[in-house]
Every structure is written in structure tokens, then in C-alpha cells.
């Protein structure tokens, strides 16, 4: 089956910034749209930002201006440049996928989740 991994979570202090990455493996043919979700403590997953294979994006109210999401189409991977950070953004951040992949419907995928805190 298709595969992501996420990477670059941590902590950082507040106003500093941290790069996200997720790569996709597997059979894949296409990968449309790609994004990021994030969940706090008690609350719901919440929608980050998207982007289409043809550039695209969507964002949260609440990060527009602030972060900015990117992917490379031929490594299938997408990143997450999260600057200016606030307390508020600190939340486990998933990597999302919607992959159409060979013999396969298409169908979405979930990374395991990268921790990111942002606290000093």
C-alpha cells in the first residue's frame, strides 16, 4: 500500500519557524490534492493547507500569511514552511493524501504525525 512519512517537527520558540515534510511511496500515479491537518490536545483535526498538482492552494484563516505549502511532483513529497510561529500552532501535524495508485481507486492516505510545540 502507499505510504507517508512525515518529518521535521519539534520545538521551537515563539516568532521561530520549522519545515515539514512528507513523502509518499508506493505505486502511486498521481497524488492530488496533497496537505497538511493538525490536532491539539481536546480539539478536532482542523485543515492546514492544501496544494493541487498543478500548484493550488488552500489555507486556513488562521495561517494565511504565515505558512506556506510547496510539494515537488516528481518525488511525490509536500512541505509545510510554518514561520512566525505562535503558541496556538502547537498540535500533532498530519500529512494527507488523495492517491491514485496502480490497480487501485483513488482514496486517502494519512501519515503517523509529527509533534510540533511551540512554547519558550
Known amino acids: 500500500q502507499v505510504q507517508l512519512l512525515e518529518s521535521g517537527g519539534g520545538l521551537v520558540q515563539p516568532g521561530g519557524s520549522l519545515r515539514l515534510s512528507c513523502a509518499a511511496s508506493?505505486?502511486?500515479?498521481?497524488?492530488?490534492?496533497m496537505g497538511w491537518y493538525r490536532q491539539a490536545p481536546g480539539k478536532q483535526r482542523e485543515l492546514v493547507a492544501t496544494?493541487?498538482?498543478?500548484?493550488?492552494?488552500n489555507y486556513a484563516e488562521s495561517v494565511k500569511g504565515r505558512f506556506t505549502i510547496s510539494r515537488d511532483n516528481a518525488k511525490n513529497t509536500v512541505y509545510l514552511q510554518m514561520n512566525s510561529l505562535k503558541p496556538e500552532d502547537t498540535a500533532v501535524y498530519y500529512c494527507?493524501?488523495?492517491?491514485?495508485?496502480?490497480?487501485?481507486?483513488?482514496?486517502?492516505?494519512w501519515g503517523q504525525g509529527t509533534q510540533v510545540t511551540v512554547s519558550s
Open positions: 494527507n493524501a488523495d492517491v491514485r495508485a496502480w490497480a487501485s481507486s483513488k482514496r486517502d492516505y
Open positions: 496544494i493541487t498538482s498543478a500548484g493550488s492552494t
Open positions: 508506493g505505486r502511486i500515479l498521481n497524488i492530488d490534492p
